[in-house]
């Protein structure tokens, strides 16, 4: 038997989630279970729970995303929580940050079969791209990091007032508390513990929202946040 034929059917809930991208978010399934797990993005052993646990997990996220923002999926892996939401969300334009390249290149070929327009795929880590990238309205990650070393990564990338969204298991609450000193070092003015997918998954979807100031990042990135902005200009002059 092979990989792709224990992907289970989708679950009915998904043609709701998904509407007309429902046929999309398929062929993303299928994509996963086949390259992804041949790729090494995905364990083998995911590929029974995909819906359930990955894409299903992910795109209700998208009930807590405002509506018409940038958003940067930090650690995009193979493309989750960023495709999901990207599929039941065509208002949002959504950056795939990705240090890897097997994966950025798995990402740019499921972007150009979906017909993902509003969606860019880039290659980097979160410290290096700052400047690069303009900043977002809100930052997305899942499974990538513990709290704390998420949030050094992803804050920094966040315009003032901006807010970061982590999807967590049953960790969240522990997690929150003890990274609670290094959030408010890093611009945190307000946290809290959402639950997502009310009727659609089972247990519901665990996210951490992080709510910035006027300086994500906190004193430690303004200096660089200013310097990059400086580069960014002078290469504009030239």
């Known amino acids: 038997m092979t990989e792709a034929a224990e ?7 998904a ?3 998904f509407g007309d991208r429902f046929a999309d978010a398929v062929r993303y399934a299928e994509l996963l279970a086949e390259a992804g797990v041949q790729r090494g993005l995905i364990g083998p052993r995911e590929v029974p729970r995909l819906w359930e646990r990955h894409l299903m997990n992910c795109a209700v996220l998208s009930e807590v995303v405002p509506e018409g923002v940038t958003v940067c999926d930090v650690g995009s892996g193979a493309g989750l929580p960023g495709i999901p939401l990207a599929l039941v969300r065509e208002d949002l334009k959504i950056t795939l940050l990705e240090p890897l390249l097997r994966r950025t290149n798995f990402l740019t070929e499921v972007v150009e079969l979906l017909g993902l327009d509003h969606v ?3 290659r980097g880590r979160a410290e290096e791209v ?5 900043p977002v309205h809100v930052v997305t990650a899942r499974a990538v990091a513990p709290l704390d070393r998420l949030a050094t990564w992803g804050i920094p990338l966040l315009r003032p007032y901006g807010e970061m969204l982590a999807l967590k298991g049953d960790t969240a609450e ?3 508390k003890s990274a609670s000193a ?3 070092k890093l611009g945190a003015v307000e946290t809290s513990i959402l639950h997502v997918g ?3 998954v089972d247990p519901m979807s665990t996210v951490v929202r992080v709510e910035v100031g006027e300086s994500p990042g906190g004193v430690r ?3 660089k946040r200013a310097k990059a902005a400086r580069t960014g200009r002078a290469r504009r002059r030239r």
């Open 198 to 200: 009310e009727g659609v």
């Open 7 to 13: 992907l289970p059917p989708a679950p009915e809930q």
């Open 15 to 17: 043609r709701e989630v």
């Open 174 to 176: 522990e997690e929150l």
């Open 120 to 122: 860019t795929v880039v």
């Open 221 to 223: 990135f303004a200096a």
């Open 130 to 134: 700052m400047g690069k990238i303009q």
């Open 182 to 184: 290094a959030l408010s």
